[in-house]
């Protein structure tokens, strides 16, 4: 069974101090590792898709990079607007289409 | 970029009735649509595949005949949810991808409250 693990739930930040979270998956294949943000009273609205272990994408202060146990979201010099739900999902290779996710780790920045 | 419209946003229903949620791709086809659970705190959990012009794919423990999914067209896809009880007060959040490896869209959820 395919399971996504983020840490930590929640984590509260300054503005402008940098931090990491942190996606661990086990799949019987990997076909793809997708970052979502999630506002309250929101769908999740996509940042990132990664596909293969050294890979990494970058957006704004976003980075996510993967190895072939976990992701990490590097999050740089935040400000008060990143504040959201991240959420991790992957999609296993040779099955269903659909996505599985972790809990997401609730972000608050503080001015 | 993909646009995923849901429609209600918001639903307040009595115990016993019925409800439908509509998904819509705005911009694009989609032979595949899902539909997505949330409870608060709690990761997206996947209900069912909406196939166009078949049978839905349901998930093990999800009720086939309490939550009825149509895929009519390629832009439209509908979540029934019927005899609805208070236990079914719930996010429910549809998506769609455009092309086979690209990521999913999702739209932006109907939050239902039965009484």
């Known amino acids: 069974e395919d399971q996504v693990t983020q840490s930590p739930e929640a984590l509260r930040l300054q503005e402008g101090e940098s931090s990491s979270l942190n996606c661990s998956y086990t799949?019987?294949?990997?076909?793809?590792l997708f970052w979502y943000r999630q506002d309250p009273g929101k769908g999740p609205e996509f940042l990132f898709t990664l596909y293969s272990a050294g890979e990494e994408k970058e957006k704004e202060r976003l980075k996510a990079t993967l190895t072939k146990k976990e992701s990490f979201l590097h999050i740089t010099a935040p400000k008060p607007e990143d504040s959201a739900t991240y959420l991790c999902a992957v999609q296993a290779s040779g099955g269903a289409d659909g996505l599985t996710f972790g809990k997401g780790t609730h972000l608050i920045i503080q001015p | 970029g993909a646009v995923v419209s849901q429609h209600p946003s918001r639903v307040i229903c009595k115990s016993g009735t019925s409800v439908k949620i509509e998904c819509r791709s705005l911009d694009f086809q989609a032979t595949t649509m899902f539909w997505y659970r949330q409870f608060p705190k709690k990761s997206l959990m996947l209900m069912a595949t909406s196939n166009e012009g078949s049978k839905a794919t349901y998930e093990q423990g999800v009720e086939k005949d309490k939550f009825l999914i149509n895929h009519a067209s390629l832009t439209l896809s509908t979540l029934t949810v019927t005899s609805a009880h208070p236990e079914d007060s719930s996010f429910y959040i549809c998506?769609?991808?455009?092309?086979?490896?690209?990521?999913?869209?999702f739209g932006n959820g109907t939050r239902l409250t039965v009484t």
């Open positions: 998506s769609a991808r455009d092309l086979r490896d690209s990521p999913l869209h």
């Open positions: 799949v019987s294949g990997l076909r793809g």
